[in-house]
T-cell receptor
Framework: AQSVTQLDSHVSVSEGTPVLLRCNYS??????LFWYVQHPNKGLQLLLK??????LVKGINGFEAEFKKSETSFHLTKPSAHMSDAAEYFC???????????????FGKGTKLSVKP | DAGVTQSPTHLIKTRGQQVTLRCSPK?????VSWYQQALGQGPQFIFQ???????QRGNFPDRFSGHQFPNYSSELNVNALLLGDSALYLC??????????????FGPGTRLTVL
């Protein structure tokens, strides 16, 4: 069975400093991995996705993540945090041999990112 | 272009009642998935509909059922409500294209409170 573990339930950073949100995955085959962001009272938004192409994935709003098979990790980073980045972030793995409509999404428990002025 | 829409926004029910939640997919999408997000948790997959049939189902009891209409919109029904059914219910739509990934777009959700 596939699963993801988000190692921190809450991360607090100062504006302008780097962001690191950690995620480890478990999968019996090559996974499809994603990061979603959820702002209060808004729907989930896809930040970036890894689907067995380049291991360094660039997403929206300056976020990126690196797929490391040897470490079974898919950590999310951003060089400089902005106040608008404060939100809940979910690491996600797709069920099945391929993602998309046929595969349901398996979410981690989330990491709440706080950004201090 | 309207994204995924859900109704109602909020709903309060009592134990034992039945509830119906509605979802309209993003324009051009033909697949709808439903997720339950309990407070402080990540969303959990309930089921997925494509071509008006349930294609996949997560670990949820038969009290949870759904339907997809010819216009691709969908309903989620929950019977015999329990306190533990209180959650944010999310609908996601996507376009079925065979074997490669297609992004699921999420709606803002319906907040269900069971008293």
């Amino acid at each position: 069975a596939q699963s993801v573990t988000q190692l921190d339930s809450h991360v607090s950073v100062s504006e302008g400093t780097p962001v690191l949100l950690r995620c480890n995955y478990s999968s019996s085959y090559s996974p499809s991995l994603f990061w979603y962001v959820q702002h209060p009272n808004k729907g989930l938004q896809l930040l970036l996705k890894y689907t067995s192409a380049a291991t360094l994935v660039k997403g929206i709003n300056g976020f990126e993540a690196e797929f490391k098979k040897s470490e079974t990790s898919f950590h999310l980073t951003k060089p400089s945090a902005h106040m608008s980045d404060a939100a809940e972030y979910f690491c996600v793995v797709s069920d099945g041999n391929y993602g998309g409509s046929q595969g349901n999404l398996i979410f981690g428990k989330g990491t709440k990112l706080s950004v201090k002025p | 272009d309207a994204g995924v829409t859900q109704s109602p926004t909020h709903l309060i029910k009592t134990r034992g009642q039945q509830v119906t939640l509605r979802c309209s997919p993003k324009s051009g999408h033909d697949t709808v998935s439903w997720y339950q997000q309990a407070l402080g948790q990540g969303p959990q997959f309930i089921f997925q509909y494509y071509e008006e049939e349930e294609r996949q189902r997560g670990n949820f009891p038969d009290r949870f059922s759904g339907h997809q209409f010819p216009n691709y919109s969908s309903e989620l029904n929950v019977n015999a409500l329990l306190l533990g059914d209180s959650a944010l219910y999310l609908c996601a739509s996507s376009l079925y294209r065979g074997t490669y990934y297609n992004e699921q777009f999420f709606g803002p959700g319906t907040r269900l409170t069971v008293l």
